[in-house]
């Protein structure tokens, strides 16, 4: 385990924010991360752990140790007539994961095709795209705690998943270090295809419904409404969905037909933020080197220069606008990292 200093991180975070840290290490098995816990540079220093930068935002300089997390592997754990149970090292890139479940005959994240970072960011913030969750599939999740070492392993149940949160984001936030995630992956296709433009676009390819033609389907629709972040820095949706209730959607409805929600529940209704960012007319902004995305009002963009704080200030300005257009709060979904 190499120790670096004054590392730059422009190129380890999606936005393109041009920071650095004062130390730096990657680490690649939970052995060496449990020799980290003990490393003075390690207890005596602020510590994040870094997948693949695609989930937050520096406002400055971190004057800290990053850690890099670059476990890898895959391991079959158990087998059933049609389920499969896969461990997968924390450092394994997400996406490359869905190929390789596709080209191993397994379905259950074809929809999650194409999301940035690693596989152990993905119960950070139950991760999902296209109708389907990481907790619809997560098995457990492997974890070493940080204060004592201690290797812990977390059932599904025990991750406390919801929208976008997870117990990694409250109880355990900063508290633990992610190593390996177990997949209940199926043998059989699962043929999530009622979310959106799914089924259009599998016929628009020429295609049956199949694993492999919605994870190509997704890819497709994903490259015409988000930014890639090798041209363009941004983190995905930069604000959560605001979840409001029935009554108060039914009063917005009235004044706003054309507003858009998903029911939840009996009380409970999740509205699209990119709507009503779009209905706030930020669409498309830029001031300098920061803007809204011109396809998609969720995502704040980089377009080169832009620092964490001028971000953060143009989040700050729609937050506002949104509040005051619709009296509804909408919170970031981006991890910012002050
Ligand atoms: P990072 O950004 O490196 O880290 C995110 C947070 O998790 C940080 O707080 C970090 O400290 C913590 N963390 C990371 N790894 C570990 C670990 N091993 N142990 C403990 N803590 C850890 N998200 C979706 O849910 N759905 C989408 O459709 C989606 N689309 C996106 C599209 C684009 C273009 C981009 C840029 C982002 C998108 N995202 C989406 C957001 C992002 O890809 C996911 O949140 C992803 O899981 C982040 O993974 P990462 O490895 O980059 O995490
Ligand atoms: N919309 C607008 N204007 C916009 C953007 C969206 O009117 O500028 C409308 C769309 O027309 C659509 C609705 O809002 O009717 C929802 O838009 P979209 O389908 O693009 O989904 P989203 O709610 O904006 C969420 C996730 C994405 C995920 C997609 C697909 C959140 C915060 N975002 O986006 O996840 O890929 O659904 O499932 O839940 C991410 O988390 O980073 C991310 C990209």
Redesign the pocket.
Known sequence: MKLQKNISLKHLNTFGVDVSCKLFCSVTSTKEIEQLLLCDEFTKNNVLILGGGS?LLFTKDFNGLIVKNKVKGFETLSESKNNKIIKVGAGENWHQFVLWSIENGLSGIENMAL?PGNVGASPM?N?????VEAKDVIDKVWAVEIENGKEIILSNKDCQFE??NSIFKNDLKDKVIITHVSFNLSKTPKKNTG??DIMQEIKDLGMEVSTESICKAVIKI?EK??PNPDKIGN???F???PIISTSKFKDLKELNPEI?GYKISETEIKV????L??QCGW?GHRKGDVGVHK?????LVNYGKATGEEIITLAKKIQDSVKDKFDIDIHP?VNIIG
């Open positions: 989930n999301i913030q991760i999902g795209a296209y109708g929208y976008r979310y959106g994903r409404k988000l983190s995905g949706s604000f959560k969905n858009i699209a933020a990119g709507w960012i779009d669409k396809n998609q009002a969720l995502v979904e």
